[in-house]
């Protein structure tokens, strides 16, 4: 039977036009939340593909001490290069001191099958002016690095036995200047514990690669930002060698950067700081720069 009431007939009218706007909006609300689903079914898949299932291990606690260390390495990535400048000083067992300094550049490793490129240049005193280190990082394979020393014009290649040692009399080895690469390791978490007002996650990780200078490493790793504030570092004999504190961060664009690295070797009573200045990031390096072959052209 028709309406003849016109009011009634514009109010029936009125309705189906707002029925069909709200279909709609919920038509065009389903297939928003379809592709959000689907994006995170990505982001899922994505990460689970990077996931190293050896170095995330078979226990509650290696899967957490993993996804921890997972975690903090997720807030370092997307900066490209960078480029810093840093001193470097050296404390004796009776508090004398002496400095060099050098410059700091860092190529973003292109995917999760190899680790960072970094390059470092001394510049000061005059007898270290162009020595360099070029450090690519691998994930299981041993690090290439390639010292250069102006004395002798000549690059050496540091062999895989020699990484734990002493780089330039520092308390850092060479093994301390590549990437600390996620899937070079297995992991424990440890339990909670809290620095300076801060709380932490402490995990264990323990390198894969056979010929490192370590057991293992005790690193404490913050709940705010997820950055590494402490670590411990135990000899081939498992005992406690060095502590690495890491303070002073700060933030370039949602990446993090600590600006003082303290090293105390527990064994010898020596200490090794370095004091980077102001990054730079997305500078325009590029893999050319970090090239065997550019030590010689540093001078």
Not at 87 to 113: I, P, W
Not at 200 to 208: A, G, L
Not at 272 to 292: I, M, R, S, V, W
Request: proline fraction near 2%.
């Amino acid at each position: 039977m028709t309406n003849r009431n016109p009011q009634a007939r514009r109010a029936l009218l009125a309705s189906a036009a707002l029925s069909s706007t709200l279909l709609a909006f919920a038509a065009i609300g389903g297939a928003r939340a379809l592709a959000q689903e689907a994006a995170t079914e990505v982001a899922v898949e994505a990460a689970a593909a990077e996931t190293d299932p050896v170095a995330r291990g078979d226990t509650p606690e290696a899967h957490k001490g993993y996804d921890i260390s997972a975690r903090s390495d997720r807030t370092d990535r997307g900066f490209g290069d960078s480029r810093v400048a840093a001193k470097m000083v050296l404390r004796n067992e009776a508090g004398q001191t002496s400095e060099r300094e050098f410059t700091f550049a860092t190529l973003e490793k292109e995917n999760d099958n190899v680790g960072d490129k970094t390059l470092i240049v001394f510049v000061a005193p005059r007898f270290y002016d162009g020595t360099a280190l070029l450090s690519h990082a691998k994930i299981l394979d041993p690090d290439d690095q390639w010292l250069y020393l102006p004395a002798t014009k000549r690059v050496k290649r540091i062999s895989s036995d020699n990484k734990s040692g002493a780089f330039l009399g520092s308390e850092f080895s060479f093994e301390d200047f590549t990437t600390t690469e996620l899937n070079k390791y297995t992991y424990k978490f440890i339990g909670e514990d809290e620095i300076d007002g801060m709380k932490m996650d402490v995990i264990e990780r323990y390198p894969r690669y056979e010929k490192s200078g370590y057991t293992r490493q005790r690193a404490w790793v913050d709940q705010e930002i997820f950055q590494t504030r402490k670590v411990e570092f135990y000899d081939r004999k498992d005992e406690l060698l060095k502590t690495l504190t890491l303070t002073e961060y700060r933030e370039y664009d949602g990446v993090w950067r600590s600006h003082l690295f303290s090293m105390t070797n527990h064994q010898t009573g020596k200490g090794t700081d370095l004091a980077f200045g102001d990054y730079e990031f997305k500078t325009g390096l590029d893999a050319n720069d970090f090239e065997q072959s550019i030590l010689t052209r540093l001078r």
